[in-house]
Nanobody, 131 residues
Framework: EVQLAESGGGLVQAGGSLRLSCAVS????????IGWFRQAPGKEREGVSC????????YYADSVKGRFTISSDNAKNTVYLEMNSLKPEDTAVYYC????????????????????????WGKGTLVTVSS
């Protein structure tokens, strides 16, 4: 059974940091791109960052470049999202998702197109940034 389980969300003040984790099981980690997405109240889901597990290539949305860092521990089948200099507008439910199509995943993260597809999704973790 495929599972993606996010953890690490919480309440943090503006300027603070959080690290999210996405533990993956049920498929071969290296065959997939893993992405982080977020959805704020009343807004569409948007791409944040993704990583190609096979070579650790990373990609970011313009809104988080320089503040967020994605990484993976292939031995633990876990992807992390280190979030620094958090802003109130980063408040959202953060989801990790996996897809074999790295091009599709990169497109979702680096453009403002509506998020669709992705083979597998986690249930999300809430990040709240107070001003």
């Amino acid at each position: 059974e495929v599972q993606l389980a996010e953890s690490g969300g919480g309440l943090v003040q503006a300027g603070g940091s959080l690290r999210l984790s996405c533990a993956v099981s049920g498929f071969t980690f290296d065959d997939y791109a893993i992405g982080w997405f977020r959805q704020a109240p009343g807004k569409e889901r948007e791409g944040v960052s993704c990583i190609r597990s096979s070579d650790s290539s990373t990609y970011y949305a313009d809104s988080v470049k320089g503040r967020f860092t994605i990484s993976s521990d292939n031995a633990k089948n876990t992807v992390y999202l280190e979030m620094n200099s958090l802003k109130p507008e980063d408040t959202a439910v953060y989801y990790c998702a996996a897809d074999t199509d790295i091009v599709h995943t990169i497109m979702l993260v680096t453009t403002t197109r509506p998020v669709y597809g992705m083979d597998y999704w986690g249930k999300g973790t809430l990040v709240t940034v107070s001003s």
